[in-house]
């Protein structure tokens, strides 16, 4: 079954800190993967989509690359509302989340 | 784009849970209309899609016992699910997806289903 993998599953990190979010396919899927952003209580909101392309309206702190098997999601400068649970998707497989929490 | 789902609640292990989602403003015509659940504390987890044509998929975790449906008069699609256990104990999303670059664009606000006895 095809899988993806994120890592780490917890990150803790301070305000102002680059952060880099991970997710690995387990074939390839060119660059067919999205981003999303979650916190407690509401629904996922989408960042990114084919790998890089910012959703309109996300901040530009947030950025994506990768293609193939293996996708970053990074933040370039934590500010405070990054707190979340973040997500990588391809079709209809999500990874398994990263909590990203203050340090 | 907005979507509303209605339907969730407490249901008996057994029972049947029929969700709906109202969609307004769905102007793409490759847009599948879409359920996604999330466990407490847990991931996300796709259920079940309706394509534009109105073929329909299920989740191995479902399938067999979901049904999907669409109401393009009303704009509304329904997602039923029967023989429910605990084990289906989650918030469900209604979420657009957008075909061609395979994501989904849009998410309801969630209805929570809690099977207990």
């Known amino acids: 079954d095809f899988q993806l993998t994120q890592s780490p599953s917890f990150l803790s990190a301070s305000i102002g800190d680059r952060v880099t979010i991970t997710c690995r396919a387990s074939q390839g899927i060119s660059n067919f993967l999205a981003w999303y952003q979650q916190k407690p209580g509401t629904a996922p909101k989408l960042l990114i989509y084919?790998?890089?392309t910012l959703q309109s309206g996300v901040p530009s702190r947030f950025s994506g690359s990768g293609s193939g098997t293996e996708f970053t999601l990074t933040i370039s400068s934590l500010q405070p509302e990054d707190f979340a649970t973040y997500y990588c998707?391809?079709?209809?497989?999500f990874g398994q989340g990263t909590r990203l929490e203050i340090k | 784009v907005q979507l509303v789902e209605t339907g969730g609640g407490l249901i008996q292990p057994g029972g049947s849970l029929r969700l709906s989602c109202a969609a307004s403003?769905?102007?793409?015509?490759?847009?599948?209309m879409t359920w996604v659940r999330q466990a407490p504390g847990k991931g996300l987890e796709w259920v079940s899609v309706i394509y534009t044509s109105g073929r329909t998929e299920y989740a191995a975790s479902v399938q067999g016992r979901s049904t999907i449906s669409r109401d393009t008069s009303r704009n509304t699609v329904a997602f039923q699910l029967n023989s429910l256990t605990p084990e289906d104990t989650a918030v469900y999303y209604c979420?657009?997806?957008?075909?061609?670059?395979?994501?989904?664009?849009?998410w309801g606000q969630g209805t929570l289903v809690t099977v207990s006895s």
């Open positions: 979420a657009t997806f957008l075909s061609g670059y395979d994501y989904f664009d849009n």
């Open positions: 403003g769905i102007t793409d015509i490759n847009n599948y």
């Open positions: 084919a790998a890089s």
């Open positions: 998707q391809q079709f209809v497989t």
